[in-house]
């Protein structure tokens, strides 16, 4: 079932960190989770939801996010403006120096050639804050390769002269701390360090002496080579707050709880006396409480000194008002140590007397009434529940594993027996508990895939014979007022090998059962040969699957072929849902019409069509060099083609592989576009859209941006490839060489990336297609930053100039290929039903992830104080600059505005209010001048001239007539400013 600390294998979760406090002292930062999405359904159950391939629970932030009791944030390290190192890896995307201070265990710093660090040959790492500032404390994360590389010994300096950031050996620098013999028990652990009241220092270094080596298990060769996940800073301007921050952590596995990716509580007691602090592990709750009502986790302190901890309740009356603390669930007293030190146990409160209350907040709190000074506590806390799921894997099922039977019976519809109320008769069934499994002729599939019930894989006992497929029901029942509460509900199963889950007769989700056509066949999950480890997947179902009464949850798993030895099945839980629940399969798989790209003219390609004004601009040679390699040694001043110039110009400009704009090139390259321009969103608020991206928080957004705008449901190639193979122009680092075999280009990427694309035409640009096409709908989703996100889609492209993959004209193209998919999808009613449900979630998630995070009790708010990736002038400015690269007109000027047909609907979220003529014109009355390379004249209207970012900001007044006020000027229906 889905509870804090159990997300499964390969998922990562938070540790919670306490900073304790005398009663009544000043209150001190706490860290941990927090952040959550809309209030979950009312339905009496709760607990943290994982999603597959996220780092940590929906609702939790990423590492380093701190709050003290105001509910105030910071990220202490976000205050690190500069990272340097004698061993930076600065050429590596995921792999450098920069990756320390991302506060993401998933990435890692690697000193690639460093050796073993030793007191003579140290290695170090300086950082440069934004101004000096004090450290309550540091921490260290294990990185995900091996043991022997991690750091053993090591200095903390810190200094205040400018020349110790150049300078790791400046004689300004002073020992802060000084460590020896560390160990990591996990991979991606953080180790948290105290400092006891240090100086403010704008400079720190962490100056490496030792690794683990041959102390810790792992092949030889790992030895001599260091790494690193994060080096986190911890502290806070204020001098009163002091967290120890939040990570990855590793508990030993007992009989209480998993103790995997535990959430973990760590802090310090400054002085004696009584130590009290609190933390939110999950606020925006609305769970109402039955007779029934149960509050358990399992809790296992490190000593004595950390066991006084306990979860509380904020628990309002039925309609949310009054809200009170449960503060020692069960007794109203302080609740004494649950757990004798280093070992597992459940603590489990009856909420019966709360009955008819809600619950709206979750906390930790650490209460020790008798503290002693300096005692460091530690602890973990896992499988925090409230309430009960509908099923889990224990629940009880009618199963059938008998060889050669039928369960339909013969039923020309073959899921009859999925239907309520009593399967086929003459049917086998069987009654047991899960998880089910065999084996050979056991059940040892691994610690991972336990067994509980033996299921019959063989039909005569023989090797290399096994039973086609395996079937499971069981039934729960839910009242109208629970399924009228809840949005739907979301499962987990693990198989092996492909699924089907059906609910009350209805095929609700599957993996791998495509070409399945009845029930006794063997099928192999597609690109595989069935062989592996069993398959995780999640599924959903929606409220309008929900009946009042018995419901019926029927799953058919099918083996790959007759020689498998093994068969799998759990259902991890079905629970009612948590904030926004993902589209479901349906809904994904629905062909719309923007699916389907309208017929060409000239009957060929549609967006070879479209973008058919390249064939002008490659033939004005003073725009665009013949499509030919230029000879060796050719030098910048012999370059007759602005194309050209502007290529070398922006890919020659960083010095050194250091330079941030290379990394940042390198890292859009090489990630979606969706993701990367997070930072588009403002310096908080992208934050927390990342956050919430990895969560799994914004599976409706995910769903959209990842593919689904770009893409029909049957098909991923992407749209612009043809047109790309038709005009097939040379990319610049073919065309004009690398500096270092007498050419032009300086290679950013690696020879190996460049070797990829050298045969692949450069008109349009791929990359740049899919940055305006997910950065443009992102824009349509969050009109409140359009210009800020156009630009940061405007910089993914030129990014591509950058590593000279492109010229300015491919950028050019590429973002015509974007705005016209992102049209497409907005012009049409059934997509666009989908785009509104994920704009609903997307602000409804941040909105509420301002709230919690102090950032801003509207989402309007959050915006408004945050500081904006660029002002909002400065943003449209550089979006309308790279729209044309300052190129010189090349075709017909002083046309008349040419809109292209649907083009308004972009416009729908950022002027609602108008109606889509005046939305023309408003895009008419901003649009560029004609003339441009790759503009059209008149019908279907010119994309190049479009400029998004002036119309989403235009200041519009409507008049009587319906004609309109753009931007202080008085213009007609077609854009045109009038004589009054």
């Not at 990591?184 to 403010?200: I, M, V, W």
């Not at 009163?240 to 998993?258: F, H, I, K, M």
């Not at 790759?934 to 319906?962: C, F, I, Y």
Request: glycine share 10%; proline share 7%.
């Amino acid at each position: 079932m889905p509870v804090f600390g159990r997300p499964g294998r390969g998922l990562a979760a938070v540790i919670a960190a306490l900073v304790l406090v005398p009663l009544g002292g000043q209150p001190l930062a706490v860290a941990a989770g927090g952040p959550s999405n809309d209030p979950p359904p009312a339905g009496g159950y709760w607990a943290a939801s994982y999603e597959p391939g996220t780092s940590r629970p929906a609702g939790f932030p990423a590492a380093g996010t701190t709050r003290n009791l105001r509910g105030e944030t910071a990220s202490p390290t976000a205050h690190v403006t500069k990272a340097r190192s004698d061993h930076a890896n600065a050429t590596s995307v995921d792999e450098n120096v920069n990756g320390l201070f991302d506060q993401d265990s998933s990435t890692k710093w690697y000193a690639s050639g460093s050796g073993r660090p030793t007191g003579d040959r140290p290695v170090h790492v300086i950082y440069s804050l934004g101004s000096a500032q004090a450290l309550s404390g540091y921490s260290l994360t294990s990185a995900n390769d091996a043991p022997p590389r991690d750091p053993a010994a090591w200095t903390l300096l810190g200094s205040n002269s400018a020349s110790a950031a150049e300078n790791a050996d400046d004689s300004s620098w002073s020992a802060l701390d000084d460590e020896k013999g560390q160990r990591f028990a996990a991979r991606g652990q953080s180790n948290f360090y105290a400092l006891d009241a240090p100086r403010k220092y704008r400079y720190y270094q962490l100056r490496l002496t030792d690794t683990c080596a041959e102390r810790c298990e792992g092949a030889t060769g790992d030895r001599t080579k260091l790494q690193l996940a994060d080096w986190t800073l911890r502290g806070l301007p204020d001098a009163a707050t002091s967290p120890l921050g939040v990570s990855v952590e590793n508990a030993d596995s007992g009989g209480a709880a998993d103790g995997s990716y535990a959430l973990r509580y760590a802090g310090l007691v400054p002085r004696s006396g009584p130590a009290k602090s609190s933390v939110v592990l999950r606020s925006g709750l609305d769970v109402p409480l039955g007779e029934d009502a149960t509050l358990s986790w399992a809790v296992r302190p490190q000593d004595a000194a950390s066991a006084h901890v306990s979860v509380d309740l904020v628990h309002t009356d039925a309609h949310g008002r009054h809200p009170r603390v449960l503060t020692s669930p069960g007794t109203g007293q302080r609740r004494e140590p649950a757990a004798a030190p280093n070992g597992w146990s459940t603590v489990s409160v009856d909420l019966g007397g709360l009955a008819g209350r809600r619950i709206t907040e979750v906390r930790l709190r650490y209460d020790d009434p008798a503290a002693k000074a300096g005692a460091r506590i530690s602890g973990w806390i896992d499988a925090i529940q409230l309430g009960k799921p509908l099923l889990d894997a224990s629940t009880t099922w009618s199963y059938l594993d008998a060889p050669g039977v039928d369960p339909a019976a013969g039923n020309a519809d073959r899921t009859a027996w999925t239907r309520p109320g009593s399967p086929p008769g003459g049917i086998p069934w069987k009654t047991a508990a899960g998880p089910f499994g065999a084996k050979n002729q056991g059940t040892d599939l691994g610690p991972d895939f336990p067994v509980r019930t033996r299921l019959n894989l063989y039909k005569d006992g023989s090797a290399g014979d096994t039973v086609e497929a395996y079937f499971f029901r069981t039934d729960f029942t839910l009242d109208r007022a629970m399924i009228d509460a809840t949005g739907g509900l979301v499962g987990s199963v693990v198989h092996d090998d492909t699924v089907t889950i059906y609910l009350n007769g209805r095929r609700i989700a599957g993996r791998n059962d495509g070409a399945i056509s009845k029930n006794l066949q063997y099928q192999t999950p597609e690109g595989t040969s069935g062989q592996g480890d069993p398959l995780r997947t999640a599924f959903v179902v929606p409220a309008s699957a929900l009946r009042a009464g018995t419901n019926t949850l029927a799953v058919e798993v099918h083996q790959c072929d007759h020689t498998s030895s093994d068969a799998y099945f759990r259902l991890d839980s079905l629970a009612p849902a948590q904030g926004s629940l993902p589209f479901t399969d349906d809904q994904l798989s629905s062909v719309h019409d923007s699916d389907r790209l309208p017929a060409a003219p000239d009957g060929g390609d549609y967006f070879t069509w479209l973008l058919r004004s390249f064939t002008q601009a490659r033939d004005t040679h003073s725009l665009m060099g013949e499509n030919q390699a230029l000879p060796k040694g050719t030098t910048y001043d012999e370059l007759t083609a602005l194309n050209d110039r502007t290529v070398v110009d922006i890919n020659n400009a960083p010095a050194d592989a250091s330079d941030p704009e290379v990394h940042e090139a390198l890292i859009d390259g090489r990630s979606s576009p969706y993701q990367t321009m997070a930072d588009g969103l403002g310096t908080r608020l992208g934050t927390l859209y990342s956050q919430a991206l990895k969560n799994g928080e914004l599976p409706r957004t995910e769903a959209l941006l990842s593919g689904r705008v770009e893409h029909t449901p049957d098909s991923s190639a992407d749209w612009y490839q043809t047109a790309k193979n038709t005009y097939q122009y040379k990319r610049p680092f073919v065309r004009m060489g690398f500096g270092d075999e007498d050419g032009l280009i300086k290679p950013w990427d690696s020879r190996g990336g460049y070797d990829g694309l050298a045969k692949d035409g450069s008109f349009p640009s791929g990359h740049t297609s899919h940055g305006y096409a997910q950065g443009i709908v992102l824009a349509t989703l969050l009109p409140e930053l359009a210009p800020q996100i156009l630009a940061r889609a405007s910089e993914y492209g030129e990014h591509r100039i950058l590593l000279a993959f492109h010229y300015p004209t491919d950028i050019m193209g590429g973002r015509i290929v974007g705005e016209r998919t992102a049209q497409g999808r907005w012009s049409d009613p059934g997509f666009r039903t989908l785009l509104e449900q994920a704009q609903d979630e997307l602000r409804a998630v941040l909105a509420q992830k301002c709230r919690e995070s102090g950032a801003g009790d509207t989402l309007s708010r959050c915006i408004a104080h945050d500081r904006p990736y660029l002002p909002t002038g400065e943003a449209v400015d550089v979006y309308t600059q790279r729209l044309t690269y300052g190129f010189p007109r090349i075709g017909p000027e002083d046309q008349p505005p040419a809109v292209p047909a649907g083009a308004e609907d972009l416009l729908r979220t950022a002027l609602p209010k108008l109606s889509a003529a005046q939305r023309r014109t408003v895009l008419a009355a901003t649009q560029l001048p004609s003339g441009y390379a790759l503009d059209e004249d008149g019908a279907p209207g010119s994309w190049q001239r479009l400029n998004l970012a002036a119309a989403m900001t235009a200041k519009v007044a409507v008049h009587r007539d319906g004609t309109l006020t753009v931007n202080g000027v008085h213009v007609n229906r077609e854009g045109m400013p009038t004589d009054g």
